[in-house]
């Protein structure tokens, strides 16, 4: 279906939803970046941003610096180690909880009707004995 589709591109000149008698076909066009080298990257956006600071483009180095994120957050693995006692000083919980796991029952409708054969057999067998 998707080769049919990239060889008519008309299909979604008017509209991104096309109406086919299998369903509905959607086209959504999604943008990704990627960096293969990120530390390189960021070494020359840091690089862009100082002779934007030098140059006295203090709105060129802001946006330069929105560019690159600096994250810090808390190691969830290494807290696991921790003594509760300690964790309440820096005032982090320490949360136990059980879940359950719930499935349905699959209905075999064969084997349903093979069992109820079998039950209605035995109650004949019992009705002819007990007479």
Do not use: C, Y
């Amino acid at each position: 279906m998707k080769e049919l589709i990239a060889l008519h591109p008309e299909w979604f000149a008017e509209a991104k939803t096309v109406k086919t008698p299998f369903g509905q076909v959607h086209s959504q066009r999604t943008t990704s970046h990627e960096a293969p080298d990120a530390v390189s990257a960021i070494a020359r956006i840091k690089a862009a941003q100082a002779r934007a600071l030098k140059a006295g483009d203090d709105v060129k180095a802001t946006q330069l610096g929105a560019l690159i994120r600096i994250e810090e957050s808390l190691n969830f693995d290494a807290l696991g180690e921790i003594d509760g006692d300690l964790l309440a000083r820096f005032g982090i919980v320490r949360r136990i909880e059980e879940s359950l796991t719930i499935k349905e029952a699959k209905v075999a409708l064969g084997q349903a009707v093979k069992a109820a054969t079998r039950r209605a057999a035995k109650g004949e067998t019992a009705v002819r004995q007990a007479a």
